[in-house]
């Protein structure tokens, strides 16, 4: 992987031409002991899945498919917070590297101007009081033109070379970021790192506020689902554990600890 600047992440590393699920490889590859910062990269999927099994359209060549094993000290209730460690590393690298405008939809979606371009599938493995390992699966839509993307999907999808396009974005820094797939993972696996660090040092209470500020929903009327429930308010907050408060009609306040939403809007 050209520019990687890791300790750990991304140099215990498998690639595949094809693959049915990179998180299905790292879950095999987790259970045989692979160690923190596993990194299973695929260039094309044949039953890549979201959550609540939900299809990952997976096309060869255009987009980045991977999947990093991590094996935090923590009970299994705080297991979601190693997928906004990867959201915002995510966002961070491509903010700082790219130029682009990328947004956190809470918990586990990329938005770049309303669009999604990248999603995130954490699973784990865990005893009762303790996290085993934490899968956290990426898809990232780099070198689509419009008509590679799919249109059926719950919320519109772009890609990176799309937005890059639209928006006039210019890589900046000193090196040269290129618009290609092993160039945003290595930017990728470089910022979550750092974030990792952080996190595992510090908790996430010390990434809430840059969690809120490359938020795409704090702020907004949201429609959430929870479970068998929809929820409907306005994202207030993020408490220090990633969970998302809503402020209810008529006064009333939601913390949000898993959900899905389906709606945003000012
Ligand atoms: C996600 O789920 O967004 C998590 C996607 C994780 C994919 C990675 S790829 C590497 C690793 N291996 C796997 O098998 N998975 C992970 P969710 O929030 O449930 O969103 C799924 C929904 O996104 C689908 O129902 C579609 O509506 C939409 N979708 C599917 N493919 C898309 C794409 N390429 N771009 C944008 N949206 C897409």
Known sequence: ???????????????????????????????????HGTVVVAEEQTAGRGRLRRPWVSLRGLGLYLSVILRPELPPR?????????SLALARSLRDLYGLPARIKWPNDILISGKKVAGILTEM??????????????GVNVLHSSMDLPSDTLYPATSLALERERLGAQPSGEEPWAWSRPHVLAGFLNTWEELDEIYMAQGLQALREDLIAVSAVIGKVVRVQVSERILEGVARDLT?????????????????WVGDILHLRE
């Open 78 to 86: 705080y297991g979601h917070e190693t997928t906004l460690t990867a």
């Open 125 to 138: 493995h865990s005893d009762p009081d303790r996290i085993q390992f934490v899968v956290v699966g990426v």
């Open 1 to 35: 992987i050209p520019l990687l600047r890791t300790r750990c992440f991304g140099r215990t590393y498998e690639y595949h031409e094809t693959i049915e699920s990179t998180n299905d490889r790292a879950m095999d590859l987790a259970r045989t002991g692979a160690p």
């Open 240 to 256: 220090d554990r990633g969970a998302l408060v809503l402020d209810m009609e008529g006064g009333r306040r939601e913390t949000v």
